[in-house]
């Protein structure tokens, strides 16, 4: 058990001991992994929520697909994680303060230039998703919470 609750139980697992099982993924193989959150087990398991059906979400997903497919049509790509290198750079650019904010946090967490060019195609992918031209702050900023076990990692070891 890393850390939370699992079948009403709390976890007894001191921090280093949590850091200690964690590391036990490699740093470079971490790198490799464009999504990590933890998912909490939920405390009401039948409370209506606000969230997107699933029909609706497939419909965002289909149109950032459809965005992708027109943006890359020209390309030998077809997906944002294809992206590296030059054209990396020139489709996800970035406003001056989401540059400074990923800038801030690789300096801060100590990230890899793999988690960066990570954390730049979810960028890109989000963006989509919200329908937006341009990558903003606010994308930056749900991509870098996606490399959750970086930070945890980081900051635990």
């Known amino acids: 058990m890393l850390s939370g609750e699992s079948h009403g139980e709390v976890c007894s697992c001191s921090p280093a ?8 993924i490699s740093g470079p193989l971490l ?3 464009d999504v990590q959150v933890e998912v ?6 039948r409370k209506e929520t606000e969230n997107l ?3 609706d979400m497939r419909q965002q997903v289909l149109q950032a697909q459809a965005v992708q497919a027109q943006r890359y049509a020209k390309l030998p790509i077809a997906w944002n994680s294809e992206l590296s290198g030059r054209l990396l750079r020139k489709y ?5 303060e989401a540059e400074q904010l990923l800038e801030h946090t690789v300096e801060a967490i100590g990230l890899s230039m793999r988690s ?3 954390i730049l195609k979810m960028s890109r992918t989000i963006a989509d ?3 937006e031209e341009h990558i903003e702050v606010a994308h930056v900023a749900e991509a870098i919470q996606y490399r ?4 945890k990692q980081v900051y635990t070891s």
């Open 92 to 96: 996800t650019e970035l406003n001056r």
């Open 129 to 131: 998703l919200a329908g």
């Open 53 to 55: 059906s699933s029909h």
């Open 148 to 151: 959750n076990l970086d930070v």
């Open 17 to 24: 001991r949590i850091a200690q099982y964690r590391s036990r």
């Open 31 to 33: 790198d490799r992994i």
């Open 116 to 118: 960066y060019d990570r």
């Open 40 to 45: 909490p087990r939920p405390k009401e398991w």
